[in-house]
């Protein structure tokens, strides 16, 4: 059994970890980036877009929390992301159309097993 101590000691390894990812992650996009528009991209720079977009995660990941919980349910679906996506039209849209194509592959799935 974990002690109190060791359980924060390793969630706080496990998100260094992630955002050492996220940084990785970012530093490579604005390096693209950077190549594609002749620019150079400071590693100050790349540091506060990679904590905005922490930031910004973390944020998602408590909504998404709270609409589930709000329905009752500890697992975060579909419908909870498409709610997070309701105020930006145009990801809500792609979003939507995507569950949609999904969810008519998998029938599709269903309804030839069923023949077979």
Request: charged share 30%.
């Amino acid at each position: 059994m974990l002690t109190g101590d060791r359980t924060e000691r390793m969630a706080s390894q496990d998100e260094q970890e992630l955002k050492s990812a996220l940084w990785s992650a970012v530093s490579d996009m604005v390096d693209q980036e950077s190549i594609k528009q002749n620019r150079n991209a400071t590693p100050q720079f790349i540091g506060a877009l990679a904590d905005m977009v922490w930031t910004q995660i973390e944020s998602v990941a408590a909504d998404l929390e709270s609409f589930s919980r709000h329905a009752g349910r500890s697992t975060i679906m579909t419908d909870d992301v498409l709610l997070l996506a309701r105020r930006n039209e145009d990801l809500h849209e792609i979003l939507k159309e995507l569950v949609d194509e999904q969810k008519a592959t998998r029938l599709a799935g269903k309804k030839g097993k069923q023949k077979a």
